[in-house]
Nanobody
Framework: QVQLVESGGGLVQPGGSLRLSCAAS????????MGWFRQAPGKEREFVAR????????TYADSVKGRFTISRDNAKNTVYLQMNSLKAEDTAVYYC?????????????WGQGTQVTVSS
């Protein structure tokens, strides 16, 4: 079982910035990728960003491209999401996930979620 600990959410004004962090820990495992989804009230869960662990490879939702940057620290099994130029429509609970393998089993694990609110 992989445990994911998120931090960095909060309240910010439109145009402001936040940085989310998510660290994976637990029994020995191999990380293939980590990333972020978000879910706003009354909406479906939405993909935000993903970063691979072998060689550099990032994917972004069109809605955040150019404003958000995902990065990783392989040694710490930690992923970051730098969010700039935040808009009201970015308000959501943000969930990090880890794409891992242990004992020949490939699985996704999810964090508890952190609230991001963009409002004046």
């Amino acid at each position: 079982q992989v445990q994911l600990v998120e931090s960095g959410g909060g309240l910010v004004q439109p145009g402001g910035s936040l940085r989310l962090s998510c660290a994976a820990s637990g029994r020995t495992f191999t990380t293939y990728a980590m990333g972020w989804f978000r879910q706003a009230p009354g909406k479906e869960r939405e993909f935000v960003a993903r970063i691979t662990w072998d060689v550099i490879g990032t994917t972004y939702a069109d809605s955040v491209k150019g404003r958000f940057t995902i990065s990783r620290d392989n040694a710490k099994n930690t992923v970051y999401l730098q969010m700039n130029s935040l808009k009201a429509e970015d308000t959501a609970v943000y969930y990090c996930y880890a794409d891992t393998e242990r004992g020949g089993v490939r699985r996704n694990d999810w964090g508890q979620g952190t609230q991001v609110t963009v409002s004046s």
